[in-house]
C-alpha cells in the first residue's frame, strides 16, 4: 500500500523534484513554493544515479526511467534528505507511452530499498491518482505555463548569444539574474500574465541585445530526439555544453512546442475515434489563448532584429504536411519530422537525434523518417545518436565529430565557393 502525500504532510514535507531541464525548472519550482509547497529541485549526477536506476528498475525499461527514478532514489540516500519528511515528484501522461507507468515503477523502487513510507505525487492533469495534500489547480496550471514562456526565451536567447559574447559568461549570468527576479515576482504573484509579462519579454530580449558579441559564423547545430533526452543533461551527457565547446551555435526546440503538440494531439483523438465534442472545441479555444502569449514572446525577439525568430507552432505542424500522420504521436511521432524540418529552415541544418534506448516509437519516428526528412530537405545533416546504460561517450562523441566534420566542409563551401 503506497503512502498518501496528506494535508499535514504539506506544512513541513519537502518535495524532490527531477530536472529535466535547469532553465525552465529553476522559474517553475517557484510555482510550487508560491502555493504553499517546500521543494527542492534535483541537480545530482555523476555514475551513481544510473547505477541506482538500474539497481532498482528492470534494466527493459526505457533510458529517461532509469535516469529519473535513478536520480529521485539517489537523492533520498546520499542528499542529505530526512526521509521521513520528503515527498517525490514525478509526472504521470496517462497516454501510450511508458512515462505512465514511471510513478508505479518508482514506488516499487521505494520498496526495494525499505522506503515505501516516502509519498510519491503524481503531477498530471487526468485525475489519474490524487492527494489529499496536493492539488494542481488553475493558478499553479497558469504560472507554469508562464515559467515555461520564459524559459523557452530565455533558453533561446542565451543559446545565440553565448557562443559569440565577447565576454565569456555574460549570458548565463543574465540568465541567472532573471531566474531570480522572476522568481521573485512570482513568489508575489506577479509577472505571469498581461502586460506586466510583455514588458518581461520586452526586457529580456533588449538586455540580451544589448550584450556585446563577436561578428562570425559558426557551425549551427539542433537537437531533437525523446523529451527527457533533448533537454536534460543528465539524460544526453551534457550535449549542448559538447557541442559548444567543439565551437557550435546550439538551438533546442521550445518545450512549449510539446506542450502545444499534447493539448492538439487531444483534438485530432477526437477526430479519430470520436469523444466528447465539448472537450476538443474547450482545447481549441485554449489552444488559441496560448497561441496569444507565444506571439508575444515572438514579437519580443523580433523587435531587436538581432535574433533568429522561431516560427509559431501552427506553422512548424505544416512542415510535416504528407510525412508522417498526425495519428502518430507515441515516441514525439510527427512533431519529431516537424521540428527536424523547422530547424532546417531556420539555418540549423546540422541535427542530433537524442535517441534513448527503450523507446521504440522514438527510433520509428526519428531514425526512421530521416530519409523522408532529407528527401525533402538535402540540406539536412543529421545523426542519430543512441543513449543507454551501456554506451560509450567516446563512441557517441565521435559519431557527432563526423556529423561536425561535414558540417565544417559546407560551412568552408559557403565562405569559399571556388
Avoid at 509577472?191 to 563577436?214: D, H, S, T
Avoid at 465534442?277 to 519580443?300: C, D, G, H, P, Y
Avoid at 529552415?345 to 523522408?372: D, E, S, W
Wanted: proline letters at 4%; glycine letters at 8%; charged letters at 20%.
Amino acid at each position: 500500500m503506497s503512502t498518501v502525500f496528506t494535508k499535514a504532510m504539506r506544512k513541513d514535507y519537502t518535495i524532490l523534484i527531477p530536472n529535466m531541464s535547469p532553465v525552465h525548472f529553476n522559474i517553475a519550482k517557484e510555482v510550487f513554493a508560491n502555493h504553499g509547497y517546500k521543494v527542492a529541485l534535483l541537480e545530482n549526477q555523476g555514475p551513481n544515479v544510473i547505477r541506482e536506476g538500474l539497481r532498482y528498475v528492470h534494466n527493459d525499461i526505457c533510458y529517461p526511467a532509469q535516469l529519473v527514478i535513478g536520480q529521485l532514489i539517489d537523492a533520498v540516500k546520499n542528499g542529505n534528505f530526512d526521509t521521513h519528511k520528503v515527498a517525490l515528484a514525478i509526472t504521470q501522461t496517462g497516454g501510450g507511452c511508458r512515462a505512465s507507468n514511471y510513478l508505479f515503477l518508482l514506488r516499487k523502487a521505494l520498496e526495494k530499498c525499505q522506503l515505501s513510507h516516502i509519498p510519491v505525487i503524481s503531477l498530471n492533469l487526468k485525475g489519474m491518482e490524487k492527494n489529499p495534500g496536493f492539488k494542481l489547480t488553475f493558478f499553479m496550471l497558469l504560472q507554469a505555463y508562464s515559467a515555461f514562456i520564459y524559459g523557452d526565451l530565455l533558453m533561446a536567447l542565451s543559446n545565440q548569444v553565448r557562443p559569440y559574447e565577447i565576454r565569456k559568461g555574460e549570458a548565463d549570468a543574465l540568465v541567472a539574474t532573471w531566474n531570480r527576479y522572476l522568481s521573485e515576482r512570482f513568489a508575489h504573484n506577479k509577472g505571469y500574465i498581461g502586460w506586466a509579462m510583455k514588458r518581461n519579454l520586452n526586457e529580456i530580449c533588449k538586455q540580451f541585445a544589448a550584450i556585446p558579441v563577436r561578428k562570425e559564423e559558426k557551425i549551427k547545430v539542433g537537437i531533437v530526439g525523446e523529451i527527457y533526452m533533448k533537454y536534460s543533461p543528465l539524460g544526453n551527457n551534457n550535449l549542448q555544453a559538447y557541442l559548444e565547446e567543439q565551437g557550435c551555435e546550439v538551438m533546442v526546440p521550445s518545450m512549449m512546442g510539446f506542450l502545444y503538440y499534447g493539448a492538439d494531439n487531444a483534438i485530432t483523438d477526437k477526430t479519430y475515434y470520436g469523444g466528447r465534442i465539448l472537450s476538443s472545441i474547450v482545447t481549441q479555444f485554449i489552444l488559441r489563448q496560448l497561441f496569444k502569449v507565444e506571439n508575444m514572446s515572438r514579437q519580443a525577439m523580433q523587435k531587436s532584429g538581432k535574433f533568429n525568430v522561431p516560427i509559431p507552432y501552427s506553422e512548424m505542424k505544416q512542415l510535416n504536411e504528407g510525412l508522417i500522420d498526425y495519428g502518430v504521436k507515441m515516441g514525439e511521432g510527427w512533431l519529431l519530422t516537424a521540428e527536424m524540418l523547422d530547424l532546417v529552415h531556420a539555418g540549423y541544418t546540422n541535427i542530433v537525434c537524442t535517441q534513448p534506448f527503450g523507446c521504440l516509437p522514438n527510433h520509428i519516428c526519428a531514425k526512421g523518417m530521416i530519409r523522408a526528412v532529407t528527401e525533402r530537405a538535402p540540406q539536412a545533416n543529421i545523426v542519430p545518436i543512441d543513449y543507454d546504460p551501456s554506451a560509450t561517450h567516446v563512441n557517441q562523441e565521435n559519431r557527432i565529430k563526423l556529423m561536425l566534420a561535414i558540417a565544417k566542409e559546407h560551412l568552408d563551401g559557403k565562405k569559399n565557393p571556388e
